[in-house]
């Protein structure tokens, strides 16, 4: 059973454009929702994380936008680099230790 | 300064092999852990460790056993190793009581089982 569902598996955006993935989870008892960041040969990194009780998060260019009704959670990435081009994971946690992972997406930036 | 530092980087061994990974943080943190990712680059949880009590032990084969000799390091010991073991194993840490969700990853081991 795959808790945390993540769209799309690849894409690609032009230099200056806005990249949009996107998550949904099932289990409501889930409170944190981080994205992670993972370049080849590198371990995922923290970009931003949320918490349900707010519907938008934004540092930088990374923008979180997050519908509790929905289950359903976005990460925006404005005027997208080169350099972002990555594997990006969404998650889910809740009370207990788990991350429940996406099963990511890949992110190309063309110049 | 690596927050979380895994060794060996890369692990290739035969089948029916025993080996280990260890693990060590930096960051003071008190609950680390141990993720699979696959060649799909799924990445899934197999175990954690907070102040060296074993607390998330997911379905993992028992050939995969960890252990975690105080609350800055957490070994992964494979025993009897399969071609289905091959792939990036990582290491992670939080802090449990500040942000327990907040984990930090280690670069990961790539194993390979020839």
């Known amino acids: 059973q795959q808790q945390v569902k993540q769209s799309p598996q690849s894409l690609i955006v032009q230099k200056g454009g806005i990249s949009i993935i996107n998550c949904a989870y099932e289990?409501?008892?889930?409170?944190?929702f981080p994205w992670y960041q993972q370049f080849p040969g590198k371990g995922p990194a923290l970009l931003i994380a949320?918490?349900?009780?707010?519907s938008e998060k934004k540092e930088g260019r990374f923008t979180i936008s997050f519908n509790k009704s929905a289950k359903q959670f976005s990460l925006h990435i404005m005027d997208s680099q080169p350099g972002d081009s990555a594997t990006y994971f969404c998650?889910?946690?809740?009370?207990?230790?788990?991350?429940?992972f996406g099963k990511g997406t890949l992110l190309t930036v063309n110049p | 300064d690596t927050a979380v530092s895994q060794t060996p980087k890369y692990l290739v061994t035969q089948m029916g092999n025993d080996k280990s990974i260890k693990c060590e943080q930096n960051?003071?943190?008190?609950?680390m852990y141990w993720y699979k990712q696959d060649s799909k680059k799924f990445l899934k949880i197999m175990f954690s460790?907070?102040?060296?009590?074993?607390?998330i032990n997911e379905t993992v084969p028992n050939r995969f056993s960890p252990k975690s000799p105080d609350k800055a390091h957490l070994n992964l010991h494979i025993n009897s190793l399969e071609l289905g073991d091959s792939a990036v194993y990582f290491c992670?840490?939080?802090?449990?009581?500040?942000?327990?969700?907040?984990?930090?990853f280690g670069a990961g081991t790539r194993l390979s089982v020839l």
């Open positions: 960051l003071g943190h008190d609950t």
């Open positions: 992670a840490s939080s802090q449990a009581a500040t942000a327990k969700n907040i984990q930090y």
């Open positions: 460790y907070n102040n060296k009590e074993l607390i």
């Open positions: 949320i918490r349900p009780d707010v």
């Open positions: 998650a889910a946690g809740g009370s207990n230790y788990k991350l429940t």
């Open positions: 289990n409501t008892a889930f409170d944190y």
